[in-house]
């Protein structure tokens, strides 16, 4: 069995915060762009006070200037994340970026970059993100023979149109090193349920006991 990595996006309270805490998520992201799901770097920081080491957060964007994103990294976050081509501010060995990339047939021919010589699994060091078409909070899913490609040639976090009734059929076809949720876990939109979330966080881990111990398609 290998781990798959949980990463829940969106959080916009303590309650979400908390229930995220509670269902055992490995990083957690907050929305810094304008979306039903934001918040500001005030509400972030408080946020971010609650989450206990060991748990990666993530600030989370669309598109972003780098004035923006050097604003995100006056807090603790351990990474920024962003459509891939923004232009990144300078960043510590402590934190890292992690690019977002919309599902496009061209994606095939993606070239990636030379990967961190030391991934972890337990980390989302080293990864990007496959979303949906239309990009994030759409609820719309990445074509599954894309994503499965993808996810065999780097570290891939699978997000678009996940929730707790489809994530164990989406990691059996696609193989990610993490699945990315955070619209399909909403009560009402921008509201996070715990029950979904607990829910999620579940059917991730009962999907696991399908897998073959990990092989990182980034280490030689």
Avoid: W, Y
């Avoid at 995220?20 to 770097?41: I, K, N």
């Amino acid at each position: 069995m290998r781990r798959v990595l949980v990463k829940l996006c969106g959080l916009n309270s303590e309650a979400a915060v908390e229930a995220a805490l509670a269902a055992g998520a490995d990083a957690l992201g907050f929305v810094l762009s304008p979306s039903p799901r934001q918040v500001t770097l005030a509400e972030a920081g408080r946020l971010l006070a609650r989450v206990p080491r060991g748990v990666e957060t993530v600030a989370v964007f669309a598109r972003a200037t780098r004035a923006e994103l050097e604003h995100a990294l006056e807090l603790s976050f351990d990474a920024l994340q962003a459509e891939h081509d923004v232009e990144l501010p300078d960043l510590s060995p402590e934190r890292f970026f992690l690019p977002v990339h919309r599902d496009h047939p061209a994606l095939d021919q993606l070239r990636l970059p030379t990967p961190f010589p030391h991934s972890a699994t337990s980390s989302l060091r080293g990864a990007l993100v496959l979303d949906g078409p239309e990009g994030g909070g759409r609820g719309l899913p990445a074509d599954p023979g894309r994503a499965a490609r993808l996810a065999r040639r780097t570290r891939l976090v699978l997000a678009g149109g996940l929730t707790p009734d489809n994530v164990a059929a989406r990691i059996r076809a696609v193989r990610p090193l993490a699945v990315d949720a955070s619209s399909g876990l909403e009560r009402a939109r921008g509201s996070k349920d715990p029950g979904l979330i607990a829910a999620f966080v579940r059917a991730v881990r009962a999907a696991e006991a399908e897998l073959e111990p990990h092989t990182d398609p980034t280490r030689p």
